[in-house]
């Protein structure tokens, strides 16, 4: 069910002079309706506001002088930012830009509920924080251990049990060097995105990066101290906070030939710095530099093409296509050839792809329940592939789908796309990717 918003008397317009969503790009929407059925919060709801055309019509409203009431913030916070109506439009609108620009206007002139202010406060104390997240894993780990996670869960309140259902059975963390040297002839100098989530609960991940891309002739780089990317923030309108993680990250990766990023939202916006930091003379240069030298893995390793041996790899894959990396940066056919290059490996299409899996960064714990009916839909199309192994480009996919297939009672086995060639190229056996019976 929508949630009931009331109206507050506002005179004051919704969008003041700081980047407010562009006219001319309001106006490259024809209002066709071809957004409709690829949008997770129209097929969810079957509501026009909560829709792409429907918010566009919202933000042309707010240019016109509306105000920025409950219910028209309310619209804008459900979107997912999947980007899948950037794909289906035929007009080419540019609604990843509009929502962006809408996003840091709610985030400073609107006023939540204490409630909502609280989470939100708690959510962005602690998930842009590597070091805080790492601290979380002795405590996680015990938690886990102690089998109460489902007492524990039907105890809290429901924003709070679905991030703890979301929690992956951690693995050990063994810290990775600051440069891992190629393997033979050094084709390139590759700076390595380590994460935040996934440095913290996907460790594993980020050492199946670095070994691939060393295997594939790359020395890799990667700093200390990196921090986060800011596309949590920057996806939440939280405009000031994802610009100081930004110009962190620009300065942590000076001097290299390509900076490689294995999870989809943090590759989408840091694609983007130039656009954030348009207005610092000190970094925007140097802000674009840097997103011009990003490359998902996928997008790297295919670029470079293949040098290091693929061992058989006899196992049974289904591919989902992280929203940032399909819609948001474009890239869809890449990783579909790194894994069919795998010999043995065969591939399998999940129904539709384009609709998102409603992990969404941490829209699944601002929004639960209706999180968990998209995460329940993907995970069924997921275990009707039959495959023994879902694979996709990021962490908070994996998590989201891992739980909601857990929810199914379904048994599937879950890798990022560099474990999966990880594990061929080092001539492992696929049981090292499959779930433990």
Same mark, same amino acid.
């Given at each position: 069910?929508?949630?009931?918003?009331?109206?507050?008397?506002?005179?004051?317009?919704?969008?003041?002079?700081?980047?407010?969503?562009?006219?001319?790009?309001?106006?490259?929407?024809?209002?066709?309706?071809?957004?409709?059925?690829?949008?997770?919060?129209?097929?969810?709801?079957?509501?026009?506001?909560?829709?792409?055309?429907?918010?566009?019509?919202?933000?042309? =409203?707010?240019?016109? &002088?509306?105000?920025?009431?409950?219910?028209?913030?309310?619209?804008?916070?459900?979107?997912?930012?999947?980007?899948?109506?950037?794909?289906?439009?035929?007009? &080419?609108? +540019?609604?990843?830009?509009?929502?962006?620009?809408?996003?840091?206007?709610?985030?400073?002139?609107?006023?939540?509920?204490?409630?909502?202010?609280?989470?939100?406060?708690?959510?962005?104390?602690?998930? #842009?924080?590597?070091? +805080?997240?790492?601290?979380?894993?002795?405590?996680?780990?015990?938690?886990?251990?102690?089998?109460?996670?489902? /007492?524990?869960?039907?105890?809290?309140?429901?924003?709070?049990?679905?991030?703890?259902?979301?929690?992956? @059975?951690?693995? +050990?963390?063994?810290?990775? #060097?600051?440069?891992?040297?190629?393997?033979?002839?050094?084709?390139?100098?590759?700076?390595?995105?380590?994460?935040?989530?996934?440095?913290?609960?996907? #460790?594993?991940? *980020?050492?199946?990066?670095?070994?691939?891309?060393?295997?594939?002739?790359?020395?890799?780089?990667?700093?200390?101290?990196?921090?986060?990317?800011?596309?949590?923030?920057?996806?939440?309108?939280?405009?000031?906070?994802?610009?100081?993680?930004?110009?962190?990250?620009?300065?942590?990766?000076?001097?290299?030939?390509?900076?490689?990023?294995?999870?989809?939202?943090?590759?989408?916006?840091?694609?983007?710095? &130039? !656009?954030?930091?348009?207005?610092?003379?000190?970094?925007?240069?140097?802000?674009?530099?840097?997103?011009?030298?990003? @490359?998902?893995?996928?997008?790297?390793?295919?670029?470079? &093409?293949?040098?290091?041996?693929?061992?058989? /790899?006899?196992?049974?894959?289904?591919?989902?296509?992280?929203?940032? /990396?399909?819609?948001? =940066?474009? !890239?869809?056919?890449? #990783?579909?050839?790194?894994?069919?290059? !795998?010999?043995?490996?065969?591939?399998?299409?999940?129904?539709?792809?384009?609709?998102?899996?409603?992990?969404?960064? !941490?829209? *699944?714990?601002? *929004?639960?329940?209706?999180?968990? @009916?998209?995460?329940?839909?993907?995970?069924?199309?997921?275990?009707?592939?039959?495959?023994?192994?879902?694979?996709?480009?990021?962490?908070?996919?994996?998590? =989201?789908?891992?739980?909601?297939?857990?929810?199914?009672?379904?048994?599937?086995?879950?890798?990022?796309?560099?474990?999966?060639?990880?594990?061929?190229? @080092?001539?492992?056996?696929?049981?090292?990717?499959?779930?433990?019976?």
């Amino acid at each position: 069910m929508e949630p009931t918003v009331t109206e507050p008397t506002l005179t004051e317009p919704a969008f003041d002079a700081h980047h407010p969503p562009r006219l001319d790009l309001i106006a490259d929407c024809v209002h066709c309706g071809f957004c409709l059925p690829t949008c997770p919060t129209y097929v969810l709801w079957g509501e026009e506001m909560d829709s792409p055309r429907g918010r566009i019509h919202l933000m042309d =409203q707010g240019l016109s &002088g509306e105000p920025l009431s409950d219910a028209m913030a309310t619209h804008f916070d459900r979107c997912l930012g999947c980007m899948a109506c950037v794909t289906a439009c035929p007009s &080419g609108v +540019r609604y990843d830009r509009l929502i962006e620009d809408t996003r840091q206007q709610v985030e400073r002139r609107h006023e939540r509920p204490a409630r909502d202010r609280a989470l939100r406060a708690a959510v962005f104390a602690l998930f #842009p924080y590597p070091r +805080r997240l790492r601290a979380l894993r002795g405590p996680l780990r015990a938690y886990q251990a102690s089998h109460l996670a489902g /007492l524990v869960e039907r105890l809290l309140p429901d924003n709070l049990a679905t991030a703890q259902a979301l929690a992956p @059975r951690l693995r +050990r963390r063994v810290p990775l #060097p600051r440069r891992v040297a190629a393997r033979g002839t050094r084709r390139a100098v590759v700076g390595m995105l380590t994460g935040c989530v996934q440095d913290a609960f996907f #460790p594993q991940v *980020n050492a199946a990066t670095a070994r691939v891309l060393a295997l594939e002739g790359c020395d890799v780089v990667i700093p200390r101290g990196q921090g986060c990317c800011g596309a949590l923030s920057v996806h939440n309108g939280r405009e000031a906070q994802a610009q100081r993680f930004a110009r962190r990250i620009v300065d942590a990766f000076d001097g290299v030939d390509y900076v490689a990023v294995n999870a989809a939202g943090c590759g989408s916006s840091m694609k983007e710095y &130039g !656009i954030l930091l348009r207005d610092d003379p000190a970094y925007a240069a140097k802000a674009d530099a840097c997103a011009a030298k990003v @490359r998902d893995l996928s997008e790297l390793l295919d670029e470079l &093409g293949p040098v290091a041996t693929r061992h058989p /790899l006899p196992v049974t894959v289904a591919y989902h296509d992280a929203c940032h /990396l399909a819609h948001a =940066q474009g !890239i869809r056919v890449p #990783p579909r050839r790194l894994l069919r290059d !795998i010999p043995g490996l065969t591939l399998h299409e999940i129904a539709d792809p384009e609709i998102c899996c409603g992990s969404a960064g !941490i829209w *699944n714990i601002l *929004n639960p329940e209706p999180a968990r @009916r998209l995460g329940d839909r993907k995970a069924d199309d997921v275990l009707a592939t039959g495959a023994a192994l879902l694979v996709t480009a990021n962490p908070g996919c994996l998590m =989201q789908v891992a739980a909601a297939v857990r929810r199914l009672g379904g048994s599937i086995g879950f890798a990022h796309t560099a474990q999966v060639l990880d594990a061929s190229l @080092r001539g492992l056996s696929p049981e090292v990717l499959l779930p433990t019976r």
